[in-house]
């Protein structure tokens, strides 16, 4: 199958690609600034076990059990810096 893209079509895509990447770099960027750290909240999976627990470290197998479980955003705002 042969599929026909004009330059209108190419240019969206483009920009989505860069758009995408863009948002890739910001939140890899986060991820390794909270590396490290102790959260101050529970973090738990969709299951309800927990990922994290108050005062933990933040590492690269926890790190991945929340991208999983879908909890990043909750995980950033969790973070506990002096």
Known sequence: M?????????????????????NYYWQDKK???????PVKRVIC???GN???NVGD???????ERVKQ???LDYLFSSVYRK
């Open 2 to 22: 042969l599929i026909m893209v004009n330059d209108v079509n190419r240019d969206k895509i483009n920009q989505n690609n860069k758009l995408n990447n863009n």
């Open 31 to 37: 991820i390794r600034s909270i590396l490290g750290y």
């Open 45 to 47: 999976d969709r299951q």
């Open 50 to 52: 927990i990922i994290l």
């Open 57 to 63: 470290i933040i590492g690269f197998q926890a790190l």
């Open 69 to 71: 479980a879908d909890k």
